[in-house]
């Protein structure tokens, strides 16, 4: 789960499915998340409860969950950019490209100035973008093309 500034974040029903993993799994039990937690094995036995509505854990438990087990936000595979998107992008910054043999250079300042325009399509890298938006992305890799060219 991402939020605000694309801080990767465990939310709680990832952070019950690690757990229960984990107990299931014999690397934790009831009591030792109790004593963790410093709750009554009843409370735990609440959380992970089938044959009613299940408590739910707390920020303040989850925090110390996720410390004491060291437990990490999934990573979310990088979504392949769209034909859509890239097409304009490089339709723009190819013919930037110096005549010839493309040197690591050329190719470097190429593939930082195409990172920056998918980057400044934000979460619609994987869909399809408005012309609006790819146009202003291929301008800003243009202009990144020529900065990072004449550095």
Known sequence: MRYVHNVAMIGHDELLAEIRRLRDAGETTNAELAKILGLPSSRIADI???D???RKISLDEGKVL???FGLEPPQADAPAPSADN???LL???IPLAPPGRVTDQS???LSEALSYGL???GDQISKPASQDAVGVAARAAVAR???IGTA
């Open 119 to 121: 980057a400044l399509l």
């Open 86 to 88: 890239l097409m304009p």
């Open 107 to 109: 190719l470097r300042a």
């Open 52 to 54: 009613r509505k299940p």
């Open 91 to 93: 339709d723009a910054l």
């Open 48 to 50: 992970f409860a089938t």
């Open 145 to 147: 093309f020529r900065e």
């Open 66 to 68: 996720v410390e004491a």
